[in-house]
């Protein structure tokens, strides 16, 4: 089981990047996937979460309007489409399998794989 995310690169505020999420060893239209990032010396931050049962899909507050997830399950490949980069949201962004705590009311994520670096520059 493997996520492989890529896409990452340098881009000027207001600028525009869509990120790929590559699984291997599963079927990703089965699962929950979701991105999450994590900015220098800060704390996880989740970004999305799709369900497979719905297709809905979770935006946290910080990629809500900007943001938008693609599935192609033929490609077994997830998109994060990424429009509107605010320097703010230069991080290292994931690929995982995602899930909602209920108790806590926070998206967790497991089994992510490499990531890849965002910097969006002033």
């Known amino acids: 089981v493997q996520l492989q995310a890529s896409g990452g690169g340098l881009v000027q505020a207001g600028g525009s990047l869509r990120l790929s999420c590559q699984a291997s060893g599963f079927a990703l239209d089965y699962h929950d996937i979701g991105w999450f990032r994590q900015a220098p010396g800060k704390g996880r931050e989740a970004v999305s979460c799709?369900?497979?049962?719905?297709?809905?899909?979770y935006y946290g507050d910080s990629s809500k309007g900007r943001f938008t997830v693609s599935r192609d399950n033929a490609k077994n490949t997830l998109y994060l489409q990424m429009n509107s980069l605010k320097p703010e949201d230069t991080a290292v962004y994931y690929c995982?399998?995602?899930?909602?705590?209920?108790?806590?009311?926070?998206?967790?994520?497991?089994?992510w794989g490499q990531g890849t670096l965002v910097t969006v520059s002033s």
């Open positions: 995982a399998k995602c899930r909602l705590d209920s108790g806590s009311g926070m998206h967790e994520y497991d089994q």
């Open positions: 799709s369900t497979s049962t719905d297709g809905s899909t």
